[in-house]
Nanobody, 114 residues
């Protein structure tokens, strides 16, 4: 399994970014895809997740601002981030949970600052 995240950068408060994660494919019914983030001095936390069989799941702090989606034809996971806040500053990681295994991509850094 290979995961390659991209799309991070510096953005002003209120701005938007779209993160992408190129993946090596998906197995219907057993995969859950997610985005996590880790801010300096804090633990890694789940931002959003999506599986084939259910609705997307979001952390309370990003609900109504972030949207997770997956393009199965392109084997790509996305995270659309709108109305960004300084508290969203972190390294963002894409993740695949397949049965009991977790796979991680390298992080992409998001900085929200004026």
């Amino acid at each position: 399994v290979q995961l390659q995240a991209s799309g991070g950068g510096l953005v002003q408060p209120g701005g938007s970014l779209r993160l992408s994660c190129a993946t090596s494919g998906s197995i219907f019914g057993i995969d859950t895809w997610g985005w996590y983030r880790q801010a300096p001095g804090k633990q890694r936390e789940l931002v959003a997740s999506i599986a084939d069989w259910g609705a997307p799941n979001y952390a309370d702090s990003v609900k109504a601002r972030f949207t997770i989606s997956r393009d199965n034809a392109r084997n790509t996971l996305y995270l659309q981030m709108n109305s960004l806040k300084p508290d969203d500053t972190a390294v963002y990681y894409c993740n695949l949970k397949r049965l009991s295994n977790h796979y991680w991509g390298q992080g992409t850094e998001v900085t929200v600052s004026s």
